[in-house]
């Protein structure tokens, strides 16, 4: 039987123990008590609680608090009590992200001590407008940023912020601002400073080629960015930059020429990701020798001769490539139009399974028909995804049984050994309880799988599947 639950350690026992007495008592006091009750509790659990705990296990169990307690609706007021957990205190490897920060008061933020992750990307969500737009004008100066590595500000981000950002974080790594039309080549040229910088995500930025071919001559550890432009690609200058490992880009159009002058500028990129038109000859990625993944989707606006010799193409590839390959990625760009989606079958998987032995990880379309996935020896993850017409925008448990696997097109999977599969996505697959349960089962075909994720089923079904791992004393997550 696949993962087997094992002995928890004493101490992780501990600290779940203890996680869940800190969790629950400020639950029910947030829940029947009031405001004044719950600001004690907060800090006596900072004082008797918190200042026993290892510290190298703080930030993480702090973050799980944090975000548990942020899950529940609850009076403004308490969310902004709960976060007095993390203030004034060292917390080494400190995160904070998403709607938690929308309910920070921006004159607190330099009592977030040893902050090593920023990211104002997802606090949007769920969060009043009022508090969102305090948010947005927020003063970075406030925020105490020495130990920095990590910033993220999707679609608000200025110049101003990355000049702060620059100027106050010196172990900076990572920078995602996508889609911020006010960060320009004055914002980027401002990370100069940062001179560990690894990541950059500029897509939907208001920076031209000059501000990246600046970037790119002097950030000498930056291993991977993402931009869109294909006026930005199409003008980069000709020197080569040998420390790019990982390339994102994602312009509409993009012509055999643009790709091999990527491809000469860029030598030893390991990671190529494309989500725009692919060309039709994609031979010059050939010349790629340390590339080690490929994730690439399909136009589906093309006509089908053209999809056909596009994948044509990229077999051509895999072909000269695949045996170097850990990670496969083939998708659309959309599924609106099922006649411009390129449909894999079963030959094409086995085509793959011929060409890239060493997969570790692989994701497909599937758009009809029966798929059985061959014996990948390495696969750890595989995460092939229901495209049809009925199912791409509404959850297909909405059909019985009977209507659902009487369709025409209806995908099905099937699957031969994979002895090292970890985690399985079944994204829009109509799968039962017994599906589930007879995967989860079976130690010959999946002795190591311990996730399935993205299953299109009934929240009942759900629990029930949890509860016949619990019986057999499975380590497994199961996920919707």
Same mark, same amino acid.
């Given at each position: 039987?696949?993962?087997? $639950?094992?002995?928890? &350690?004493?101490?992780?026992? &501990? ?20 405001? =004044?009750?719950?600001?004690?509790? #907060?800090? %006596? ?62 004159? *607190?933020?330099? $009592?977030?001590?040893? !902050? ?49 950002? &620059? ?17 320009? *080549? ?27 071919? $600046? ?23 000709? %020197?080569?930059?040998?420390? #790019?490992?990982?390339? %994102? ?46 994730? !690439? ?49 079963? *030959? *094409? ?92 089962? =079976? ?26 791992? $619990? ?10």
């Amino acid at each position: 039987m696949p993962k087997v $639950r094992q002995p928890t &350690a004493l101490q992780k026992m &501990a600290l779940e123990s203890i996680f869940e007495y800190v969790f629950l008592c400020c639950d029910r006091i947030s829940v029947k008590g009031s405001l =004044d009750e719950l600001n004690q509790v #907060i800090s %006596a659990i900072k004082k008797d609680v918190i200042s026993r705990i290892p510290w190298f296990s703080v930030a993480d169990f702090l973050a799980r608090f944090l975000e548990r307690f942020f899950s529940c609706s609850r009076p403004p007021m308490h969310l902004k009590a709960a976060l007095e957990i993390v203030m004034d205190i060292e917390v080494v490897g400190l995160r904070c992200r998403g709607p938690i920060l929308a309910y920070l008061d921006p004159q *607190d933020s330099r $009592r977030l001590r040893r !902050l090593v992750e920023l990211d104002l990307h997802r606090f949007s969500c769920g969060v009043p407008t009022s508090v969102y737009n305090v948010m947005i004008n927020l003063n970075m100066n406030n925020f105490y940023l020495n130990d920095l590595t990590s910033f993220a500000f999707n679609a608000e981000c200025t110049d101003l912020h990355l000049s702060v950002i &620059a100027r106050n974080c010196p172990q900076l790594q990572e920078v995602r601002v996508p889609n911020s039309q006010e960060v320009t *080549d004055q914002g980027l040229a401002t990370l100069e400073q940062c001179s560990d910088l690894r990541y950059v995500d500029v897509r939907g930025c208001g920076i031209t080629h000059s501000g990246i071919n $600046r970037m790119l001559s002097v950030q000498k550890k930056l291993e991977k960015f993402t931009q869109d432009s294909l006026a930005t690609w199409s003008c980069l200058d000709l %020197a080569v930059c040998p420390w #790019i490992r990982y390339i %994102a880009f994602h312009p509409v159009e993009f012509s055999y020429k643009d790709l091999r002058k990527i491809v000469t500028k860029f030598p030893n990129i390991s990671y190529f990701e494309m989500r725009t038109n692919i060309p039709i000859n994609v031979s010059s990625l050939k010349s790629l020798n340390k590339l080690t993944g490929l994730d !690439l989707d399909f136009p589906f606006n093309d006509r089908r001769v053209r999809l056909n010799s596009i994948w044509a193409g990229i077999k051509d590839l895999l072909k000269f490539v695949g045996t170097n390959l850990t990670t496969l990625k083939l998708g659309s760009w959309d599924c609106e139009f099922l006649d411009f989606i390129n449909k894999l079958g079963q *030959d *094409d998987v086995d085509f793959i399974f011929n060409s890239c032995p060493n997969l570790e990880s692989l994701k497909f379309d599937h758009v009809e028909g029966l798929i059985v996935i061959p014996s990948f020896q390495k696969l750890k993850v595989l995460m092939p995804c229901v495209i049809s017409e009925d199912n791409r925008t509404e959850n297909p448990t909405r059909y019985s049984d009977e209507e659902y696997f009487g369709m025409s097109y209806h995908p099905t999977i099937e699957f031969d050994k994979l002895p090292n599969l970890e985690t399985l996505s079944l994204y829009n697959y109509r799968v039962s309880v017994r599906t589930i349960e007879s995967i989860m089962l =079976d130690n010959d075909k999946f002795p190591k799988l311990s996730v399935i994720k993205n299953i299109s089923m009934k929240d009942e079904d759900l629990e029930e599947i949890r509860r016949i791992a $619990r019986m057999n004393n499975l380590e497994f997550e199961i996920e919707k």
